[in-house]
């Protein structure tokens, strides 16, 4: 089996840049639903604040978990093009001394 290992940064590069977008889609998505599920369309939905609460708690948890999951999109895509950039100058850097070495 080859210890060989190969990166491609286009595809690196490509993925981060995938995350980064699912990361705006989902802020897009997660304004909507705010606008969408507000305490008074909840309130409004089920006639009053306290049969709306076990619903408003559910979508406050809701609105939290997306909120951090298009967070950690938006960090992994930025990891992923630190890793590209950092990769990058690393190959420059070894080419750099190869032919120096020559």
């Excluded at 009053?48 to 809701?62: G, I, T």
């Amino acid at each position: 089996m080859s210890e060989e290992v190969r990166l491609s940064t286009e595809e690196l590069h490509t993925l981060g840049a995938t995350f980064e977008t699912r990361a705006e889609e989902l802020s897009r998505q997660l304004a909507a639903f705010r606008r969408r599920a507000d305490a008074e369309a909840l309130r409004d939905g089920f006639g009053s604040d306290e049969a709306a609460r076990p619903y408003r708690e559910l979508y406050e948890q809701a609105e939290q978990a997306l909120v951090q999951l298009q967070q950690r999109l938006a960090e992994v895509g930025g990891g992923i093009k630190e890793t590209v950039a950092n990769a990058q100058t690393a190959e420059e850097e070894l080419t750099e001394m190869i032919r120096s070495v020559q």
